[in-house]
């Protein structure tokens, strides 16, 4: 599990974008293969998403539903 990732969608946040090749460094590339994403906080829906994370659902953008197989 990954913390940052944690805080943010336990805070309400929601998954906005992945952005390939963002972390190049040795680092970056072995622990994520250079993935890194950004995350939105919307204020009005703060509550609902860390209610969908406290049960096991990531909100995430359109764009990223869109990457996803079988969505």
């Known amino acids: 599990q990954d913390p940052v990732a944690r ?5 309400g ?10 972390d ?8 994520s293969l250079g ?6 906080y919307e204020p009005r829906a703060i509550e609902g998403n860390h209610e969908k ?4 659902e990531i ?3 359109r764009r990223v ?3 996803m197989v079988g969505d």
């Open 7 to 11: 805080f943010h969608l336990n805070n």
């Open 13 to 22: 946040a929601k998954l906005e974008r992945i952005n390939w090749l963002a």
């Open 24 to 31: 190049i460094s040795k680092k970056g590339l072995r622990e």
């Open 35 to 40: 993935l890194m994403v950004n995350y939105l």
């Open 53 to 56: 994370f406290g049960q096991g």
């Open 59 to 61: 909100v995430a953008s």
């Open 65 to 67: 539903r869109g990457l």
